[in-house]
């Protein structure tokens, strides 16, 4: 159980971090993906949402399905190994 709490801890700030950035007015700056910076920062704040956002939107998911597929398993291995002693 404690991978599957460590998945969706890691899940969760990413989810987080996506909130901050998206709160903070990251989005602002992918201008500067196509070369139309707002400032100086947008060097380094365009690309940084970017990246906070794909891992929002590709692997947020893939790890809270993880955490979900773990801890069914290890409900379903702990009520085996409860049925094997039983008899």
Do not use: Q, Y
Request: proline share 3%.
């Amino acid at each position: 159980m404690k991978r599957a709490a460590l998945l969706f801890a890691c899940a969760g700030a990413l989810v987080a971090a996506h909130l901050a950035a998206s709160a903070a007015g990251l989005a602002e700056h992918t201008s500067v993906i196509v070369g139309m910076p707002v400032s100086r920062w947008s060097w380094l704040l365009g690309p940084t949402h970017v990246i906070v956002h794909l891992a929002f939107v590709v692997v947020a998911p893939a790890l809270a399905i993880a955490g979900v597929l773990e801890t069914a398993f290890s409900l379903r291995a702990s009520r085996l190994n409860d049925e094997r002693r039983r008899g």
